[in-house]
């Protein structure tokens, strides 16, 4: 994976446990732990989208088409 630099503004408290993890030996340094925590954001992001899609949808209704499809009487096109 090819990385860019960036600058930010943190909050002092934000960077003050950020530098706490890192003398922890919990993240090598500032960079990684910024990286993997913005990582996260995004994929907790990308998870709650989904979820919130997945509501969407009629489980009832689901249910119909997943069982009309396994009994073989709905005819799928070929792709």
């Known amino acids: 994976m090819s990385t860019v630099k960036v600058a930010i503004s943190i909050d002092k408290r934000c960077l003050q446990e950020v530098d706490r993890l890192v003398r922890n030996r919990v993240y090598p340094n500032r960079s990684k732990a910024i990286q993997d925590a913005v990582a996260d954001k995004l994929a907790r992001i990308k ?10 949808l009629d489980a009832g209704e689901e249910q119909a088409v997943a069982e ?12």
Not at 47 to 56: C, F, G, M, S
Not at 68 to 79: C, D, I, M, N, T
């Open 68 to 79: 009309e499809w396994l009994s073989g009487e709905e005819k799928w096109p070929a792709f």
């Open 47 to 56: 998870k709650t989208r989904l979820l919130r899609e997945a509501r969407k």
